[in-house]
């Protein structure tokens, strides 16, 4: 069974080099999350405030709002990255996060051993995790340079193994920004219908991006976030028709 089930949640980032007048001045002027004094004056940024959330299977679900209100800081609360600082989120199911594809990876390492590296993270054996190396290389199209250190490798050579490891097992919930677009991997087509396979077998997807294409493309629900909080949930299409009308987020002290 997969499901997200996020409860009163709140995320706060405290800014612990901020106390300077002109800094917070400038950081009230810029975020779109809520800021407020913590504790000894030190600058918080209220990144989310009281989401109540569940996701269930069959949700493919659009996190909806203008720049800083909160989607990719949801996102890490349903990867496990953030936990949250009040409230609770459950998760449930095997995630994958494809909200930065390079994460564990070793720069020193062979695109061998990174794959190897990723599938041990995963909680796979050391020979299952060396039974996914054929697919991925041929997937990455590497060549020879599967044995040598990443650090060699051109930026697109990173991706596209990046890309290959981060979408060679099949997990129950996909957490996904708009970063990772086919374009950049730099095999349009193959690219796009792996992600696209592994999209439609998952039971659960989260997405979030400022392109209504993108969105109207997976999700079937959405919900509108706001310096942090869901001010909308519904339908796709209600939710993009309402955030349309959204104001530019005004900063909040
Ligand atoms: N690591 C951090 N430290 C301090 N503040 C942060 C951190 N990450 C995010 N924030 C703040 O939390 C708020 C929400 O940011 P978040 O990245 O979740 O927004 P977003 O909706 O994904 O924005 P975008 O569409 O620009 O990617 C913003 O005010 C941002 O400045």
């Known amino acids: 069974m997969a499901s997200i089930i996020i409860q009163n949640a709140g995320v706060d980032f405290v800014i612990y080099n901020a106390q300077g007048r002109s800094l917070r001045n400038d950081i009230l002027r810029r975020v779109g999350g809520k800021v407020g004094k913590g504790e000894g004056h030190r600058v918080t940024v209220q990144a989310l405030r009281g989401i109540d959330l569940t996701v269930r299977p069959g949700d493919r679900l659009a996190l909806v709002g203008h720049n800083g209100a909160g989607k990719s800081t949801l996102l890490r609360v349903m990867s496990g990255a953030y936990e949250p600082s009040s409230g609770s989120a459950t ?6 996060s494809l909200l930065d594809l390079t994460m564990g990876m070793d720069y020193e390492l062979t ?39 990443m650090r060699t ?8 193994l990046a890309f290959g ?4 097992v099949q997990p129950d919930i996909i957490l996904l920004d708009e970063m990772i677009s086919a374009g950049d991997i730099g095999f349009v087509e193959k690219a796009k219908k792996r992600l696209d396979e592994m999209l439609s077998r998952a039971r659960i997807l989260v997405l979030a991006s400022h392109s209504p294409a993108t969105l109207r493309q997976y999700c079937n629900r ?9 001010v909308a949930e519904g339908p796709l299409e209600d939710i993009l028709a309402r955030s349309s009308d959204e104001p530019a987020d005004q900063p909040a002290n």
């Open 111 to 149: 695109g061998r051993q990174n794959i190897v590296l990723r599938g041990v993270f995963l909680g796979m054996t050391f020979a299952d995790a060396n039974a996914m190396v054929p697919e991925i290389a041929d997937f990455s199209e590497l060549g020879a340079y599967l044995e040598l250190p």
């Open 153 to 160: 490798y051109s930026s697109g050579m990173v991706l596209r």
């Open 222 to 230: 959405a919900v509108l976030l706001r310096q942090g909080q869901i």
């Open 165 to 168: 490891v981060s979408t060679a």
């Open 91 to 96: 998760i449930e199911g095997k995630v994958s």
